[in-house]
């Protein structure tokens, strides 16, 4: 059927290929709206030397559809720093677009839907990061890249949950200290405290989309599905990577599921990504209770056509902001990269977890 319908829409070719990768993912019905949009965005794309860089919480279509460069956090801002287009796409949310604009500022940065933000992102101010480096003088200031580039402007170091471990016990080593304050994540903080003997003071900011798990419900799926690895992003609480089989970031669980390709899984994340990584690996069952990240989810074939096709919404940042905030992304991106995703090491985890709230 899947052969037959691409080529009843009149759409073989090049996009044969996706049709067969999305085929257990969406629907014929979904497929005959996609189609046309993918191969309309390919084509802008190509003539607007463009490039799109999906997170792995974007929907299948987008990331298997259209995505040039697909991953986590810390993989598309190296794909920013590197590409030579003179356009980029964040398909994924606001301050992804930001760290993109400020590694690239000659570059035209866009973003589909300006509304697509973030909790974590919003729940710091610059001016925050000014009080707290006044209350903890000589602190070095370890910031998730899910903040605005104004807060990484006032920052010393960027990290994302694939490397805040590498990045928390560089900053106290080069500043010769043996505490570093890590905004504004509490929970990856927290988790990230487990892993270090470096105090961590940390800020009340939660994912909204991982915040809601719990260890309950990890109880619920091993009574359910007593044979199915359970995964968890650390932005998750802490209960929750305790009682998971592993935890890392998004490209550190899709690692996992293909080089060890568990028979049933289960990804304690956003939504799309149990959808995107399931078109890769037939032969693992994927059990999903998720969450949408409702940014995230701002994202859409239609927008990212409208992106290009009318050059919108671009994302600026003030040079003055934007010079500051590139220290502290590149600082992180010049950190050697690890030879595989990092993995939040649970068995070996501290017991004693030395974490502040500011
Ligand atoms: P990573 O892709 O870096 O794991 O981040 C997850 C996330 O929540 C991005 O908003
Ligand atoms: Fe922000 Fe959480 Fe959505 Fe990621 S999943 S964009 S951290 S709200």
Same mark, same amino acid.
């Not at 191969?39 to 259209?66: D, S």
């Given at each position: ?24 993912q ?48 810390l993989? &598309? /801002? *190296?794909?920013? @720093? +590197?590409?030579? $287009?003179?356009? !980029? ?16 500022p000659?570059?035209?940065?866009l ?20 009080l ?28 994302t ?6 990045v ?19 929970? &990856? /903080? *927290?988790?990230? @405290? +487990?892993?270090? $003997?470096?105090? !961590? ?42 009682a ?14 293909m080089?060890?390709?568990p028979k ?47 050059e919108?919404?671009?994302?600026t ?22 030879a ?6 649970l ?12």
């Amino acid at each position: 059927m899947a052969d037959g319908f691409a080529q009843g829409a009149g759409l073989e070719g090049p996009l044969d290929a996706v049709w067969q990768k999305l085929s257990r993912q969406v629907t014929p019905l979904e497929w005959r709206a996609h189609a046309p949009l993918i191969e309309a965005i390919n084509r802008l794309k190509a003539e607007k030397n463009a490039v799109i860089l999906a997170h792995n919480y974007m929907t299948p279509e987008i990331f298997h559809g259209v995505g040039d460069f697909v991953g986590d956090s810390l993989g &598309l /801002a *190296r794909e920013a @720093a +590197r590409t030579d $287009a003179r356009i !980029i796409v964040q398909a994924g949310v606001h301050f992804m677009a930001e760290t993109s604009k400020v590694l690239c500022p000659d570059k035209t940065v866009l973003i589909p839907d300006l509304r697509a933000g973030c909790s974590l992102a919003a729940s710091i101010t610059g001016a925050d990061v000014r009080l707290i480096r006044e209350r903890h003088p000589g602190l070095p200031v370890v910031t998730y890249v899910n903040t605005s580039a104004e807060v990484k402007a006032e920052s010393d170091v960027c990290c994302t949950s694939a490397n805040a471990v590498q990045v928390v016990e560089w900053a106290a080593k080069t500043w010769g200290v043996d505490r570093v304050i890590m905004l504004p994540d509490e929970f &990856l /903080a *927290r988790n990230v @405290a +487990r892993q270090t $003997a470096v105090k !961590i003071l940390t800020w009340k900011g939660r994912c909204e989309v991982h915040e809601r798990f719990d260890a309950a419900d990890i109880a619920e799926i091993r009574a359910s599905w007593p044979d199915a690895e359970v995964l968890a992003h650390p932005e998750c609480p802490p209960e929750v990577l305790e009682a998971a089989d592993f935890a890392g970031s998004t490209a550190a669980m899709t690692n996992y599921v293909m080089s060890r390709k568990p028979k049933r899984v289960v990804l304690i994340t956003e939504c799309s990504m149990a959808d995107n990584v399931a078109a890769d690996a037939p032969e693992t069952e994927f059990v999903r209770p998720c969450n949408l990240c409702p940014h995230m989810k701002r994202i859409s074939l239609q927008n990212i056509h409208d992106a290009l096709l009318n050059e919108q919404f671009e994302v600026t940042v003030p040079e003055a902001i934007a010079e500051r905030a590139r220290l502290s992304v590149q600082r992180m991106i010049d950190l050697p990269p690890p030879a595989k995703p990092a993995r939040y090491d649970l068995v070996k985890a501290r017991h004693h977890v030395d974490v502040e709230l500011l």
